[in-house]
């Protein structure tokens, strides 16, 4: 009794205001497995050695085939798949988590390329490149669904913008090391080859085949722990099922915020088969392709390095360091593709007689920093949509979903685009119509940075409210688009 008196007296003589929860003991292991840096990098390895090797065999410019046919059929066919399953990828990473899924997309890269090396010796059939094409959509809905949840719901909010340059600097160097593959074993074969040999499919594969065994080390999102000892994501409290995943898929064609991601992701793909079979392809002799490659892809580390650090160090506000990094992107965006359509206007009849080989010194200069311009606009555009994304909720479930809508529309443009350079439209045409993307997305990412991305990370929805706004902040009373 007395001792019961004496804790309502203390009670009493103390302040009665709510009390701060008890803080979390921070992690002080450097190296940890179950940390955001380990499992970030993790799949910064897997794309170095999946989607790295396919982006470098896919910048040779048909597929390393001199006819581009064959490469447009299949991408066709992979990303109309890629565009449904990109969308559902994310309920089917939150039904399998992130192992399963990882692993089940992940075998269908080496199948591309066998398909591609089958091609070497049986020219006459596109059959298994254009199955093997559908398979790797399917397989990459999967991946970058995963990719795009781990990527922004495991790092604290204010260190998204440098954890996706990790990851992109390690995915970027699968493919800078992919291009050195073709320009190596294909080097000595002068400026007259016009297909990659089979050493480089083997190769591709190789690099490929370890990326699949790597899918099988992630940890559960629940295991992930940040360094102040936070769980790494905040997840819904009520457990999800094939019918509620389906649900919130459809809801994202209603969600306001992904409406304004349309155009950006349908246009941040769209442009590869303009840059690969149209500058690259069509101006460089196959071994300076190679060399082209590599430093396209280098130059897509820089870019994501720098945007990172501006989206993440600039400034004291995130919503004014996300409006900084968007006119930073739409000032570099504005000068390469002006840059671009100059260069464009060189070609004759939408032909470039003479190839150009590295060796060509001055005449070589400017195809070439053109093109690695375009690596590194690429790179700060997707890094500044998935840092958009990130801020926009806490809940790994809900960023699932949204990088998957993200990947599957980007994917459905893709799919697009391929068929645009099959049917031999004009090359003019083909550099406006990219431009005319780019340039409309400006605003509308700088939009939904100024309504969707709070300062204070304790106002973002973490999804209990099915990834609505929570109605009781400033911002929300502003917008009204639910």
């Not at 803080?23 to 990098?41: D, E, G, Y």
């Not at 299949?74 to 990473?93: D, K, M, P, R, S």
């Not at 950006?264 to 082209?292: D, E, H, I």
């Not at 396209?296 to 360091?321: E, H, N, P, T, V």
Request: proline share 4%; aromatic share 12%.
């Amino acid at each position: 009794m007395t001792q019961q008196l004496s804790e309502v007296d203390a009670a009493d003589d103390g302040d009665s205001s709510p009390q701060p929860p008890p803080t979390k003991p921070a992690v002080k292991k450097l190296l940890r497995f179950n940390s955001p840096l380990a499992q970030v990098s993790l799949i910064g390895l897997v794309c170095f050695c999946l989607p790295g090797m396919y982006n470098a065999l896919n910048g040779l410019g048909g597929g390393g085939q001199a006819d581009h046919t064959v490469a447009d059929n299949a991408n066709t066919a992979l990303y109309a798949c890629f565009g449904v399953f990109g969308v559902l990828g994310g309920a089917i990473h939150n039904l399998l988590g992130p192992r399963l899924t990882l692993f089940l997309g992940s075998l269908t890269y080496p199948l591309y390329v066998a398909a591609f090396l089958n091609y070497n010796h049986h020219p006459t059939s596109q059959i298994f490149p254009v199955i093997a094409g559908a398979l790797l959509g399917v397989g990459a809905g999967f991946l970058w669904a995963a990719q795009g949840a781990i990527m922004t719901s495991y790092p604290s909010p204010n260190r998204r913008g440098t954890y996706i340059s990790l990851f992109w600097c390690i995915f970027s160097l699968g493919s800078v090391l992919g291009g050195l593959l073709p320009l190596s074993l294909n080097f000595r074969r002068g400026t007259t080859a016009a297909s990659v040999n089979d050493g480089t499919y083997v190769a591709f594969m190789a690099v490929m085949l370890v990326g699949v065994a790597l899918t099988l080390l992630f940890l559960p999102p629940h295991k992930i722990v940040r360094d102040d000892g936070d769980t790494a994501a905040t997840i819904s409290t009520t457990s999800t099922s094939a019918a509620m995943e389906a649900g919130e898929v459809l809801r994202l064609f209603g969600d306001w915020k992904m409406l304004m991601v349309l155009v950006p992701a349908w246009g941040s793909n769209f442009f590869y088969t303009y840059q690969f079979n149209n500058v690259n392809a069509l101006l460089f002799t196959l071994r300076t392709r190679g060399l082209n490659n590599v430093v396209y892809w280098g130059a897509q580390m820089l870019g994501s390095l720098g945007l990172g650090y501006l989206l993440d160090f600039s400034f004291g506000s995130r919503r004014k360091r996300g409006l900084v990094g968007v006119a930073v992107f739409a000032v570099l965006g504005t000068a390469v593709w002006g840059g671009g359509f100059a260069n464009q206007l060189r070609y004759v009849d939408g032909e470039w007689h003479d190839l150009i080989d590295f060796k060509d010194g001055r005449r070589y200069a400017g195809p070439f920093v053109l093109y690695c311009s375009y690596g590194m606009l690429d790179a700060m555009f997707q890094s500044l949509i998935y840092w958009i994304l990130g801020a926009l909720t806490n809940d790994s479930q809900i960023l699932s979903r949204y990088a998957g809508f993200y990947k599957g529309v980007q994917s459905a443009g893709a799919a697009v685009s391929w068929q645009v350079d099959f049917h031999k439209t004009p090359l003019m045409t083909q550099l406006i119509v990219n431009w005319v993307l780019i340039t409309v997305s400006y605003p509308l990412l700088a939009l939904l940075v100024f309504l969707g991305v709070k300062d204070e990370d304790s106002l973002v929805s973490s999804s209990l409210e099915d990834g609505k706004d929570n109605k009781d902040t400033k911002l929300s009373s502003l917008t009204g688009f639910h």
